[in-house]
């Protein structure tokens, strides 16, 4: 029971954060970093200034902690691409996770590919590092299975690359996916056709003829 008011302020602390991070998403993808100013996140997330001054010392802070956010999103799809699977179940859970998460966080989605587009003067060289290495760890995976004969020869960082330009065109260009597709938006089952899509087109690319 002694515990309890610390458990108490951890989850008021996540609760806030949260509402931080995700008031940031969406003034940040309207305003751009520039435009934004620390009171309009207070605003939009409910919180007076102080409490954001609390929690995250500048703008840039919040920005970053959006972007490190991005990216847990990314790795936990990864989580997928395991050596104790096999191939085909394998990219078919992880682009259906990664067209999934970027569905449901289109806005954050899109202020990564802003940072990029503008240089990435906000991803840290940690953040760059780590991403080397998580694509690292699972390219090693696709060599595994390609030495097994579970895949044939392929340049796993190439593919890696499509696998992320074709799940992430979707919510960045939602607008050109949408005039593809002859609909005036893109709907839930348009996400599925799409992982159902890319998933069959690339196993048929990379697996043995059996």
């Known amino acids: 029971m002694a515990r309890a008011p ?5 989850k008021i602390r996540e609760r806030n954060v949260r509402l931080i991070i995700k008031a940031g998403i969406e003034i940040f993808s309207r305003k751009g970093f520039d435009g934004t100013r620390i009171a309009e996140i207070a605003e939009a997330s409910g919180l007076p200034k ?6 995250f010392s500048s703008k840039e802070e919040i920005y970053t902690a959006i972007i490190a ?10 989580k997928y691409i395991s050596a ?23 806005a954050e989605t899109r202020l990564f590919a802003s940072e990029i587009i503008q240089g990435a003067r906000f991803l840290k060289k940690k953040d760059r590092q780590h991403m080397r290495d998580i694509t690292d760890k699972h390219v090693a995976v696709i060599e595994g299975w390609i030495a097994a004969g579970k895949m044939l020869p392929v340049n796993p960082r190439h593919l890696f690359i499509m696998l992320w ?12 996916a949408a005039d593809g597709l002859r609909k005036p938006r893109l709907k839930a089952e348009d996400y599925d056709m ?16 059996t």
């Open 84 to 106: 104790d699977r096999e191939p085909a179940e394998a990219f078919n859970l992880y682009i259906r996770a990664k067209l999934d998460y970027t569905r449901r966080n289109i």
């Open 165 to 176: 330009a074709s799940t992430q065109f979707y919510a960045e260009f939602e607008p050109v």
């Open 194 to 209: 799409a992982a159902k899509t890319i998933a069959e087109t690339v196993l048929r690319g990379v697996l043995p003829a």
């Open 6 to 10: 610390k458990d108490s302020d951890e």
């Open 50 to 55: 102080a409490n954001v001054y609390y929690y």
């Open 69 to 78: 956010h991005l990216l847990a999103g990314w790795d936990d799809a990864l």
